[in-house]
Every structure is written in structure tokens, then in C-alpha cells.
């Protein structure tokens, strides 16, 4: 069975930093685009970044550009969302998914074919 987990998810205060994971299970993470996406209480899900198999491209929202990082490690199947000097407009669930593509990145929701289920992310003094 193809599955996405994330953990990494917790409070944080303003300034902090978190890393959130994303673990494959029944497939390679090698070969497929990655994305990482959020959405908050009241508002639609929105993309926070994104990699393209073999990490070629990346893209990240101007929202978090500068302060979020996608990375991956074959090894361990699993990729990362390395978010600093966190916000509290950051709160909200966040969502990692995969689609075995070439090599570019895929921006829209619609263009992923594997989702995890989500961890809150919490930035509050």
C-alpha cells in the first residue's frame, strides 16, 4: 500500500523553528515530485513548496521563500520541510504529497497523486 506520513508537527513560538517530515511507504520518494502544502482554520488549502524528482527544480511561495526549505533523503525515504523564523500567520495543517513525474516541479493540488494525512503546525507566544 502507497502511503505519505508526516510528523513533526507542534507549537512553536514566533521566530522558532521546525522541521516537519514526510515518510514514503510502498514506494520510492526518489523518482517523484514532492510538494508540501497547508491550510489554515477558515481558508483553503494552499502550496507552501515544491520539488521535482531528482531535485532539479524547486519552487516555494512568496509567502515562505527564504524561510522554508525542502529536502530530501533517499536513504530514509523521506523528505523534509525545514521551516525558520516561523510566523503565526504559519499555523495551520500542513500536508505533504507525491507524483511520480519527469523532472519538474508540479504546483497545484490537482497534480498530485499521493497525500499524507496532515500535522499541525502552531505559532503562538
Known amino acids: 500500500q502507497l502511503q505519505l506520513v508526516e510528523s513533526g508537527g507542534a507549537m512553536v513560538q514566533p521566530g522558532g523553528s521546525l522541521r516537519l517530515s514526510c515518510a514514503a511507504s510502498?514506494?520510492?520518494?526518489?523518482?517523484?515530485?514532492i510538494g508540501w502544502f497547508r491550510q489554515a482554520p477558515g481558508k483553503d488549502r494552499e502550496g507552501v513548496g515544491c520539488?521535482?524528482?531528482?531535485?532539479?527544480?524547486?519552487y516555494y511561495a512568496d509567502s515562505v521563500n527564504g524561510r522554508f526549505t525542502i529536502s530530501r533523503d533517499n536513504a530514509k525515504n523521506t523528505v523534509y520541510l525545514q521551516m525558520n523564523s516561523l510566523k503565526p500567520e504559519d499555523t495551520a495543517v500542513y500536508y505533504c504529497?507525491?507524483?511520480?513525474?519527469?523532472?519538474?516541479?508540479?504546483?497545484?493540488?490537482?497534480?498530485?497523486?499521493?497525500w499524507g494525512q496532515g500535522t499541525q503546525v502552531t505559532v503562538s507566544s
Open positions: 504529497a507525491a507524483v511520480l513525474l519527469p523532472t519538474r516541479v508540479v504546483t497545484t493540488e490537482k497534480g498530485y497523486s499521493y
Open positions: 510502498g514506494f520510492s520518494l526518489d523518482t517523484y515530485a
Open positions: 520539488i521535482s524528482s531528482g531535485d532539479v527544480y524547486s
